[in-house]
């Protein structure tokens, strides 16, 4: 289940980045994987519902937690993030008319993607930060376990031996 | 099987209205209101060219732009402003990097102050 998570997250991290740049994938581009990542994250928050849960259940009852200082956090990053969708999908080129929809045009729109965008930055950053043991713990674990397949398929990926008489050999 | 559909889908509904308060919330916050017209009708929707651009380019030093010659995604990350890829790396990481050293501070300090305390 951690490498399930571990994945989705990975990929939420990339498809971020790459929405975040629209220069990068063009707007069309930019348009739907906004939405599919919008998608994407509804998954990442039903595969995390127990520790949201338990968090608004436990959330009253401790004063100063790490808990509860990421729970704000995600609550801000989740504002903002549906901030970026609403926004985006009101100055869409591509998606809205896809559906046969068309938001006048308003600048105050522009202006409320570019700030909640920029707010997602940071906040993904913070929240980033606040689960950093999470992530170096997985990101060892996947390394051990690749050292392990590694030792016992007889492959020493750290060590090579080289018989001395081929190093004489050689020279 | 069923029970688990519905409890996923009762989830995603949640999040969906959560996501609806928000979007109220915003709203309320901006005095936006938002407005749709018809494609058919509408003045800034073109079909022109690879970029969607009246006149099928984008117009240079700036981002695309509608019909009435106004930027709707001029320079900068998202819609006139923020940084490019490496900068938006460069303010997560840094971001990571400034949470971890203060969490690590802190660790220290009050290991030591917990060190120092007298055990009961």
Same mark, same amino acid.
């Given at each position: 289940?951690?490498?399930?998570?571990?994945?989705?997250?990975?990929?939420? /991290?990339?498809?971020?980045?790459?929405?975040?740049?629209?220069?990068?994938?063009?707007?069309?581009?930019?348009?739907?994987?906004?939405?599919?990542?919008?998608?994407?994250?509804?998954?990442?928050?039903?595969?995390?519902? &127990?520790?949201?849960?338990?968090?608004?259940?436990?959330?009253? *009852?401790?004063?100063?937690?790490?808990?509860?200082?990421? /729970?704000?956090?995600?609550?801000?990053?989740?504002?903002?993030?549906?901030?970026? #969708?609403?926004?985006?999908?009101?100055?869409? *080129?591509?998606?809205?008319? /896809?559906?046969?929809?068309?938001?006048?045009?308003?600048?105050?729109?522009?202006?409320?993607?570019?700030?909640?965008?920029?707010?997602?930055?940071?906040?993904?950053?913070?929240? /980033?930060?606040?689960?950093?043991?999470?992530?170096?713990? #997985?990101?060892?674990?996947?390394?051990? &376990?690749?050292?392990?397949?590694?030792?016992?398929?007889?492959? *020493?990926?750290?060590?090579?031996?080289?018989?001395?008489?081929?190093?004489?050999?050689?020279? | 099987?069923?029970?688990?559909?519905?409890?996923?889908?009762?989830?995603?509904?949640?999040?969906?209205?959560?996501?609806? =308060?928000?979007?109220? @919330?915003?709203?309320?916050?901006?005095?936006?209101?938002?407005? =749709?017209?018809?494609?058919?009708? @509408?003045?800034?929707?073109?079909?022109?060219?690879?970029?969607?651009?009246?006149?099928?380019?984008?117009?240079?030093?700036?981002?695309?732009?509608? @019909?009435?010659?106004?930027?709707?995604?001029?320079?900068?990350?998202?819609?006139?402003?923020? @940084?490019?890829?490496?900068?938006?790396?460069?303010?997560?990481?840094?971001?990571?990097?400034?949470?971890?050293?203060?969490?690590?501070?802190?660790?220290?300090? =009050?290991?030591?102050?917990?060190?120092?305390?007298?055990?009961?």
């Amino acid at each position: 289940m951690n490498k399930v998570n571990f994945m989705i997250d990975a990929g939420i /991290f990339a498809a971020f980045l790459a929405a975040e740049e629209p220069r990068l994938t063009g707007i069309n581009w930019h348009e739907w994987l906004s939405v599919a990542l919008a998608a994407t994250i509804i998954v990442h928050l039903l595969l995390h519902w &127990r520790w949201i849960t338990n968090i608004v259940s436990k959330y009253f *009852r401790k004063l100063w937690h790490v808990s509860r200082l990421k /729970f704000i956090v995600d609550l801000l990053l989740f504002a903002a993030f549906t901030g970026v #969708m609403v926004t985006g999908l009101m100055i869409s *080129r591509s998606v809205l008319p /896809f559906l046969g929809i068309q938001a006048a045009p308003d600048r105050t729109w522009n202006s409320l993607h570019s700030l909640t965008a920029q707010a997602s930055v940071i906040l993904l950053g913070v929240h /980033f930060a606040l689960n950093w043991d999470w992530v170096t713990g #997985m990101v060892k674990t996947f390394f051990r &376990r690749l050292f392990r397949k590694a030792e016992a398929s007889g492959i *020493r990926p750290a060590l090579v031996t080289v018989p001395k008489d081929k190093i004489r050999g050689q020279s | 099987m069923m029970r688990r559909v519905f409890v996923i889908a009762g989830r995603v509904l949640v999040i969906l209205l959560a996501a609806g =308060f928000v979007t109220l @919330g915003m709203l309320w916050w901006s005095g936006q209101n938002p407005q =749709f017209q018809s494609p058919a009708h @509408g003045d800034t929707l073109s079909t022109g060219g690879s970029t969607g651009h009246p006149e099928g380019a984008i117009p240079p030093g700036g981002g695309l732009r509608d @019909g009435t010659g106004r930027g709707l995604h001029g320079r900068g990350v998202v819609a006139g402003g923020g @940084g490019s890829l490496a900068q938006n790396l460069a303010v997560i990481a840094g971001i990571t990097l400034a949470v971890v050293l203060i969490r690590w501070i802190w660790g220290l300090v =009050f290991q030591r102050r917990a060190a120092m305390l007298p055990r009961t």
